[in-house]
């Protein structure tokens, strides 16, 4: 899982009043929230500074977390002192990256450790926005390398978050490169609750997974069946549940009478249902069968597997 960071230099220019500056740290402590609920760990890494970097005249990050006479989100203030109240700082994991070598990134001529370190782990950094140089959503970061052999130089690009604007346009690019920590089928079953907490695998789904290499072809359209699926339930405010973006359907009549057994499961409740709808990788003959209950914000996952036989094809 993922850890966020923080673009420290994103602090650097000050905000008018102490209101404003408030009013940032609330915004970019809900960025932080909606990070945490895509995927990213709820740890916010930072520079060992972060507490004393100034964001109004006089009014540092920690002026910010504890005062009480703005008018602030107290939750937001409490969850943001725990999210960067742990190490290892950015500096000490840049630091254990290196080997033989000299390593430095820069940002427009400045030295850089949050852009420098997201750009090491191809990931993304959170920053403030009172500075127009970080109103943008890609930053172009400078990597310098120096060892025996000579230096180099290269530019990197990193994604950078300042609004929520900036997470919509990168979500799903994002929520991609979180999935690439799923590399297999236990993995998938060990991270469902951070990635799929509308799902609910039963026995059988379970066992299914637990065989899967991840090194299978199809197992890449598991996982984004399964994100519809789980994304189709979170975001259901009224009407019939229909997934968007997967092919599914639901059994024939005829089958369920002759083959109904065939496709009943044991959920986690401990009820044993007979499933119908299931989405299909048509590519590789596989079949997943779900069972949505709306008023419970649940998608019961029976079967992942081999095409089950049907009246038109019984084998």
Same mark, same amino acid.
């Given at each position: 899982?993922?850890?966020?960071?923080?673009?420290?230099?994103?602090?650097?220019?000050?905000?008018?009043?102490? =209101?404003?500056?408030?009013?940032?740290?609330?915004?970019?402590?809900?960025?932080?929230?909606?990070?945490?609920?895509?995927?990213?760990?709820?740890?916010?890494? $930072?520079?060992?500074?972060?507490?004393?970097?100034?964001?109004?005249?006089?009014?540092?990050?920690?002026?910010?977390?504890?005062?009480?006479?703005?008018?602030?989100?107290?939750?937001?203030?409490?969850?943001?002192?725990?999210?960067?109240?742990?190490?290892?700082?950015?500096?000490?994991?840049?630091?254990?990256?290196?080997?033989?070598?000299?390593?430095?990134?820069?940002?427009?001529?400045?030295? @850089?450790?949050?852009?420098?370190?997201?750009?090491?782990?191809?990931?993304?950094?959170?920053?403030?926005?009172?500075?127009?140089?970080?109103?943008?959503?890609?930053? @172009?970061?400078?990597?310098?390398?120096?060892?025996?052999?000579?230096?180099?130089?290269?530019?990197?690009? @990193?994604?950078?978050?300042?609004? *929520? #604007?900036?997470? #919509?346009?990168?979500?799903?690019?994002?929520?991609?490169?979180?999935?690439?920590?799923?590399?297999?089928?236990?993995?998938?079953?060990?991270?469902?609750?951070?990635?799929?907490?509308? *799902?609910?695998?039963?026995?059988?789904?379970?066992? =299914?997974?637990?065989?899967?290499?991840?090194?299978?072809?199809?197992?890449?359209?598991?996982?984004?069946?399964?994100? @519809?699926?789980?994304?189709?339930?979170?975001?259901?405010?009224?009407?019939?549940?229909?997934?968007?973006?997967?092919?599914?359907?639901?059994?024939?009549?005829?089958?369920?009478?002759?083959?109904?057994?065939?496709?009943?499961?044991?959920?986690?409740?401990?009820?044993?249902?007979?499933?119908? *709808?299931?989405?299909? *990788?048509?590519?590789?003959?596989?079949?997943?069968?779900?069972?949505?209950? $709306?008023?419970? =914000?649940?998608?019961?996952?029976?079967? $992942?597997?081999?095409?089950?036989?049907?009246?038109?094809?019984?084998?």
């Amino acid at each position: 899982m993922k850890d966020q960071l923080f673009n420290e230099v994103s602090a650097g220019t000050c905000y008018t009043s102490r =209101q404003d500056a408030a009013s940032a740290m609330e915004r970019m402590s809900l960025l932080i929230q909606k990070l945490s609920e895509i995927g990213f760990s709820n740890q916010l890494r $930072v520079t060992r500074d972060f507490a004393t970097r100034t964001i109004s005249t006089g009014y540092t990050i920690k002026n910010w977390a504890i005062d009480r006479s703005i008018d602030t989100d107290r939750d937001l203030q409490r969850n943001l002192l725990l999210a960067a109240s742990k190490g290892p700082y950015i500096e000490d994991l840049l630091e254990d990256a290196q080997d033989d070598f000299l390593v430095e990134y820069k940002f427009q001529g400045t030295e @850089v450790f949050g852009l420098g370190l997201a750009s090491l782990w191809n990931t993304c950094t959170v920053s403030l926005d009172a500075d127009p140089a970080f109103s943008d959503d890609s930053l @172009v970061v400078s990597f310098y390398k120096a060892d025996d052999v000579g230096e180099e130089e290269s530019q990197i690009n @990193v994604v950078n978050l300042a609004s *929520l #604007e900036h997470l #919509e346009t990168h979500r799903n690019s994002l929520r991609e490169s979180l999935f690439l920590d799923i590399s297999s089928g236990p993995a998938l079953l060990e991270k469902a609750p951070l990635f799929f907490p509308s *799902l609910s695998f039963g026995k059988s789904a379970q066992s =299914q997974l637990t065989a899967m290499t991840g090194s299978e072809p199809f197992f890449p359209e598991i996982v984004r069946h399964l994100d @519809v699926l789980n994304a189709t339930m979170k975001d259901l405010e009224s009407g019939a549940f229909a997934p968007r973006g997967i092919s599914w359907s639901t059994e024939s009549q005829p089958t369920l009478e002759m083959y109904g057994q065939r496709r009943e499961f044991g959920c986690l409740d401990g009820e044993v249902r007979r499933f119908s *709808l299931h989405s299909k *990788l048509m590519a590789a003959n596989k079949r997943i069968y779900f069972f949505p209950i $709306v008023n419970e =914000q649940t998608v019961h996952i029976g079967y $992942v597997g081999d095409h089950l036989p049907t009246v038109r094809f019984k084998s």
